[in-house]
């Protein structure tokens, strides 16, 4: 079995490839615009999400870990745009 599919991502039924997982995505959304949006930093963002969301990978409450790595995914992403 390989690495697990990065967030926002899921194996497709071929096996083989990557699709889109519409939840994942919005969970990771939701945390951009959190911070974009409001400024709120990454213990305010779980504070919010726990309130709205479960984590679609666990289904379990968001973590601090988790939102501190999209927060970091998004940056490096934003970066890599510019």
Do not use: N, S
Request: aromatic share 4%.
């Amino acid at each position: 079995m390989g690495a697990p599919a990065p967030f926002g991502f899921r194996l497709a039924d071929d096996g083989k490839g990557l699709e889109p997982c519409e939840a994942e995505l919005a969970l990771v959304a939701r945390v951009v615009q959190l911070r974009e949006r409001y400024g709120l930093g990454p213990v305010a963002i779980v504070g919010t999400l726990r309130a709205e969301h479960l984590d679609p990978r666990t289904g379990r409450p968001v973590t601090l870990a988790r939102v501190r790595k999209l927060l970091a995914a998004a940056r490096a992403l934003a970066r890599a745009a510019a």
